[in-house]
């Protein structure tokens, strides 16, 4: 089983930096993927980043591509996302998920195996 908590969410005006971190614990393996994910009201969950745990590999959408950044830290288990020049349309709540399995960086939500409960991230005009 792998717990997977998220921190870091808030307020920010469009423009703006903001970054969100994923902490992952219990059996973990070097095999794992941990991605980003958001959703807004009335839409669907959407990938936004993820990044291979053993080589650094990263994938991102090309919504966020020139903006944001996923980085990982080893030694504290953790996934963080860097939000430069934040947009209103990035307002959603953001969830870490865990992809366990070898293969590829997978954009689908259904492709994750363990998820966070989510933090908000809210951009205001």
């Known amino acids: 089983q792998v717990q997977v908590v998220e921190s870091g969410g808030g307020l920010v005006q469009a423009g703006g930096s903001l970054r969100i971190s994923c902490a992952a614990s219990?059996?973990?393996?070097?095999?794992?993927?941990m991605g980003w994910f958001r959703q807004a009201p009335g839409k669907e969950r959407e990938f936004v980043a993820a990044v291979r745990w053993s080589s650094g590999e990263v994938l991102y959408a090309s919504s966020v591509k020139d903006r944001f950044i996923i980085s990982r830290d080893g030694a504290k288990n953790t996934v963080s996302l860097q939000m430069n020049r934040l947009e209103v349309e990035d307002t959603a709540i953001y969830y870490c998920?865990?992809?366990?399995?070898?293969?590829?960086?997978?954009?689908?939500?259904?492709?994750?195996?363990?998820w966070g409960q989510g933090t908000q991230v809210t951009v205001s005009s």
């Open positions: 998920a865990v992809d366990r399995r070898i293969g590829v960086i997978r954009s689908s939500a259904a492709g994750y195996d363990y």
């Open positions: 219990g059996r973990t393996f070097s095999t794992f993927k």
